[in-house]
């Protein structure tokens, strides 16, 4: 399974040519990412990210992206009381990162997801996953979502933006 | 809720001792305890704790006890794939440190919780703990418990042993 994703900053008309695709909407909520490392925040080797959505939370390890050619690179599970880990964590020294209160409209269209985002403090976008099963490239597939997204949203290759919004919010690159 | 735990390394005729008491055998079982920590060993400031026990596991978070005082001082949740876990801390920099594989007779009687335990590396101990909703210090607590460990298996106070499994592994004090 590959999966690529590109994002970009939502015009005034972009849920209209959503639906003028015919995608379907399958999920429509608001998250809050709270983002959390240990020792030095720009350096960071991973994120412990804490997702609230709709009363339910997930904690996710993640190694950071410097680290993406290993094969362990994420772990998630369900979990309660959210709070209470958090102020364990602050008392265990380690640092919030950065915190992401997203909405989405969800959509499917083809092997395509379309999610209409609004993030807090950083605006609205277009993101789209593209997933395939088959043996293809990622530069391909790549190609093949950036065409999706000139044709149908009328973007421009240099106006996709690949970083997430942790890095959009942090003003990485 | 208040609740002290105290132990002693373990002679021959124990079972026989709690036997005597009426004690009731509450569970059986063989766990499997990996501690990870971020940064420094020795000065670990928090434990990533997986408990794997009976196919399932058990995610905690603990800060380290020289932060005893704090209110939020520990977070568990059940969890799935305890190994990839495993695998993404060790990816992410976290080190581990220190693996405690225990084989425990659990026992009940009174108040008390007695546990016959067999430590791989460390050999037999007996662990008793004492909970009490009541409005008691933990001085008179840890007499009482010293008082019930005297009388009943005839170790005196020197012999108690306040440091825990990991720290008895380590040769901390």
């Given at each position: 399974?590959?999966?690529?994703?590109?994002?970009?900053?939502?015009?005034?008309?972009?849920?209209?040519?959503?639906?003028k695709l015919g995608a379907k909407l399958d999920a429509d909520y608001a998250s809050t990412d709270t983002y959390f490392t240990y020792g030095n925040l720009k350096k960071r080797k991973f994120v412990l990210r804490i997702r609230e959505k709709n009363?339910?939370?997930?904690?996710?390890?993640?190694?950071?992206?410097?680290?993406?050619?290993?094969?362990?690179?994420?772990?998630?599970?369900?979990?309660?009381?959210?709070?209470?880990?958090m102020n364990v964590l602050s008392a265990s020294g380690f640092k919030?990162?950065?915190?992401?209160?997203?909405?989405?409209?969800?959509?499917?269209?083809?092997?395509?997801?379309?999610?209409?985002?609004?993030?807090?403090?950083?605006?609205?976008?277009?993101?789209?996953?593209?997933?395939?099963?088959?043996?293809t490239s990622v530069e391909v597939l790549r190609d093949k979502l950036a065409d999706f997204i000139n044709q149908n949203f009328g973007v421009a290759k240099n106006e996709l933006i690949e970083l997430g919004y942790v890095k959009l919010m942090l003003g990485e690159k």
């Open positions: 399974m590959i999966e690529i994703e590109l994002r970009f900053r939502a015009g005034e008309n972009e849920l209209e040519k959503i639906e009363e339910k939370a997930l904690l996710t390890f993640k190694t950071s992206s410097h680290a993406k050619d290993i094969a362990w690179n994420e772990w998630e599970n369900q979990i309660e009381d959210p709070k209470m880990l919030e990162v950065v915190v992401i209160k997203k909405k989405r409209k969800q959509y499917s269209y083809l092997d395509y997801e379309i999610n209409l985002d609004e993030i807090e403090g950083l605006g609205k976008f277009i993101e789209i996953q593209l997933m395939t099963d088959k043996n």
